[in-house]
């Protein structure tokens, strides 16, 4: 097979930032993808309906008039989020789902959530109305180790919430582990799991063997290969409960290439021809449309995209290294392979 045919497919977890920075970053995004959920952690974070509308203006003043890409707005779920709002974003369809970091688990994740009974009577109200809940899944607590916070998190924190909250759309961002998979696998209707490209390419020896590289920090933090291996499975299994969310996440070199250096992984640019590449490796091309185009809108109650993508196979594919923005430079991830798919 050297050419295959998709519905357009969606990004059901990405950052796009602001001001200079999302005007430089955005078209990566719009040139393949028809709808992306808009992660709200922002400084300050996208907590209000007023706040996620004036962000969706930003986003959509940054795009060209006719470059068909829709923002799926998120609000940021902090303890003192007001569930009515919260509803009434949600039912004039400015919103599509709200957004659950624990407090000090990612970037800009300080306005958080420490105390989960706190949020609660917010998660019943959304429960009721049918709200999806999108879910950083790592506990924070200093006696657990970085590569165990989101098994941890599933026991300690996800599985009670789902418990006492029968009805609650949730849905595991950027799963890394074979937990999570199991989790997700077996979690029935309400449940859903996002991954990330990155996570399917690369392991925890990417960032630590041979000198640290930055580029391929993220959170949660890429974990050994047997993990890998469990994204790669659920992703190509065409199972509905697994769709991409590329968690793309750009940082200027500068704070990537730092002492303490920014988590996130920038893949909007090559996702595309990444995801060609691994589902073909895993003899599963005709699964891709599934989890890139088919499974995310069948969760989120929305119907696929009417256009089409057609990805090609050839010659290695040429992408920039770097994309210039007006804050600096962004550094494009580096699949450590060479790519043989384009879109178009
Ligand atoms: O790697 C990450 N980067 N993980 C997150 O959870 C947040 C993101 C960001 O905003 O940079
Ligand atoms: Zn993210």
């Not at 090609?312 to 594919?317: A, E, L, Q, R």
Request: charged share 20%.
């Amino acid at each position: 097979m050297d050419s295959i045919t998709l519905r357009r497919p969606d990004d059901w977890h990405l950052h796009l930032r602001d001001g200079a920075m999302l005007a430089g970053i955005a078209p990566e995004s719009a040139r393949h993808f028809g709808r992306a959920i808009i992660m709200p952690n922002l400084v300050p974070p996208v907590v209000t309906g007023a706040q996620a509308q004036a962000y969706r203006d930003r986003i959509t003043a940054a795009l060209p008039a006719d470059s068909g890409f829709t923002p799926l707005m998120t609000l940021y779920l902090t303890e003192e989020s007001d569930p009515a709002d919260i509803i009434a974003a949600h039912q004039s369809g400015l919103v599509t789902a709200v957004k659950l970091y624990p407090a000090g688990a990612t970037t800009n994740s300080t306005s958080g959530v420490r105390d989960f009974d706190k949020v609660r009577p917010v998660l019943e109200a959304m429960a009721e109305h049918g709200i999806p809940l999108c879910v950083h899944g790592e506990v924070v607590d200093s006696d657990v180790d970085i590569f165990d916070r989101e098994a941890v998190f599933i026991d300690r924190v996800l599985d009670p919430i789902r418990r006492r909250t029968p009805g609650l759309r949730v849905i595991m961002e950027h799963i890394t582990t074979r937990q999570g998979v199991d989790y997700a696998r077996a979690g029935g209707d309400d449940l859903g799991a996002t991954i990330t490209t990155h996570h399917l390419v690369i392991n925890r020896n990417a960032i630590l063997v041979g000198g640290i590289k930055p580029h391929y920090y993220c959170l949660p933090v890429a974990k050994r290969e047997e993990h890998r291996l469990a994204l790669r499975a659920a992703a190509t299994s065409g199972d509905a409960s697994f769709f991409l969310g590329t968690d793309s996440a750009p940082h200027t070199d500068p704070l990537k290439e730092n002492a303490c250096g920014c988590a996130g992984c920038f893949t909007a640019t090559n996702t595309m021809s990444i995801l060609a590449e691994v589902f073909e490796q895993e003899n599963a091309l005709d699964r891709l449309e599934a989890f890139a185009s088919l499974n995310g809108p069948a969760f989120y109650r929305l119907p696929a995209n009417e256009t089409r993508v057609t990805l090609t196979k050839g010659d290695p594919v040429s992408y920039p290294a770097k994309i210039d923005t007006g804050d600096g430079p962004v550094t494009v991830f580096d699949p450590m392979m060479p790519l043989h798919w384009r879109v178009g």
